[in-house]
């Protein structure tokens, strides 16, 4: 089968688009046909050399994928050939990735397709779903008429984030840093959109809502808290998920006299129940039309290397070139 994979970590040019021998389904995997991958901003870390796991050699990259079941392992009961999957969590913990024409998936990290959503909506959606949807339920707990706002609106989590967030019925507010991003998240919903590089941030969302944000989900890798915390509400919740070797100043007395609370997490240290309770909502919302994922541009597998390249670009050095998800077909 053809494969994007890495024989060492290193630059985006390490990816080599090959052959591999195709995986035979084990145990209570999978086999899926890929019909559509994405790329995540955790695959260019871990192929750049992260070391967060230890990497199967070859290493397949990728954590997301949608297509359809070509054969099922001796425990596997959930899925039959056939039928239509999505899924995520691959290519982290050890596991081999998703950028290859067939992956091999335990069945706890896979999904139905619904009908009427395409395998690169699908794979879109996916690993960005499942950490929205923690962050906004599991960890913030976001109730219908609280007020969130999101730091960095047009990106694949802050798109997602403001889709479900609205989809949960709260009021929604989001930055970004151009006049078509701060369109783009209005289409997608947001009741009030700013840009961050050009308007004050704090002033609109105090009119938005006098008591601040119940919740504050920041996408970016450098938090200024002295800037969030005073935009938090009484019992506010800060989600933070991005930004390992981020060192910020912190001011505590105004944030818990506040009865303000963080929460941090990364989606693949989830269970399997709280992963598939969040894909559950997701093909729902995906279903009635309430998540549309934003999908940048669609491009082929064989070009894996120049997507990761557009992918680095944008999350380590902001170069404003890409708005939403890079998905790529076999
Ligand atoms: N913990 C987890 O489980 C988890 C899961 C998924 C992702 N992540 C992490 O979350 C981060 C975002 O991921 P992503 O997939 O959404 O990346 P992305 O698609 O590259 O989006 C990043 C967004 O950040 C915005 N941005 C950049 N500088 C900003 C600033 N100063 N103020 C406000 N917004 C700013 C950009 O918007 P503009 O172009 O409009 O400026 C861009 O859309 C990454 O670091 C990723 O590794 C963590």
């Not at 050890?94 to 091999?104: D, I, K, N, V």
């Not at 390992?244 to 506040?258: E, L, M, N, S, T």
Request: a neutral charge; glycine letters at 10%; one cysteine or more.
């Amino acid at each position: 089968m053809k494969a994007a994979y890495i024989e060492q970590p290193g630059p985006p040019e390490s990816i080599v688009y090959g052959d591999l021998s195709a995986p035979q389904p084990r145990g209570s995997e999978v086999l899926v046909r890929v019909a559509a991958v994405a790329v995540n901003p955790i695959d260019t870390y871990i192929r750049g050399g992260a070391n967060y796991f230890t990497l199967p050699r070859p290493y397949i990259v990728g954590c997301d994928l949608a297509g359809t079941v070509e054969g099922v392992g001796p425990q596997a009961s959930r899925f039959k050939a056939g039928d239509r999957v999505w899924g995520s969590n691959q290519g982290l913990l050890g596991r081999q990735g998703t950028f290859a024409e067939l992956a091999a998936v335990d069945e706890q990290w896979l999904y139905p397709t619904p009908p009427d959503v395409t395998d690169p909506q699908a794979a879109a959606a996916a690993l960005v779903g499942i950490t929205a949807h923690l962050g906004l339920v599991r960890e913030s707990q976001l109730k219908p008429g609280q007020t969130l706002l999101v730091n960095g609106g047009s990106g694949g989590v802050g798109s997602t984030v403001i889709q479900m967030a609205k989809a949960l019925g709260a009021r929604v507010a989001a930055t970004a840093g151009s006049p078509e991003r701060v369109a783009a998240c209005e289409r997608l919903g947001a009741d009030l959109a700013v840009n961050y590089k050009t308007e004050n941030v704090a002033q609109r969302l105090l009119d938005f809502a006098p008591a601040g944000a119940d919740v504050y989900w920041e996408t970016t890798r450098d938090p200024d808290f002295d800037r969030i915390v005073p935009l938090l509400a009484p019992r506010g919740r800060i989600i933070l998920m991005a930004g390992r070797d981020a060192r910020p100043q912190f001011p505590v007395g105004p944030f818990y006299v506040k009865g303000c609370s963080m929460h941090g997490f990364v989606m693949f240290a989830a269970t399997p129940d709280e992963q598939r309770a969040a894909a559950t909502d997701i093909n729902r919302w995906l279903s009635e039309g309430s998540l549309r994922p934003k999908i940048d541009r669609v491009m082929p597998l064989s070009e894996t290397a120049a997507a990761h390249r557009l992918q680095e670009d944008n999350t380590l050095r902001k170069a404003g070139t890409q708005c939403g998800k890079i998905v790529l077909v076999p």
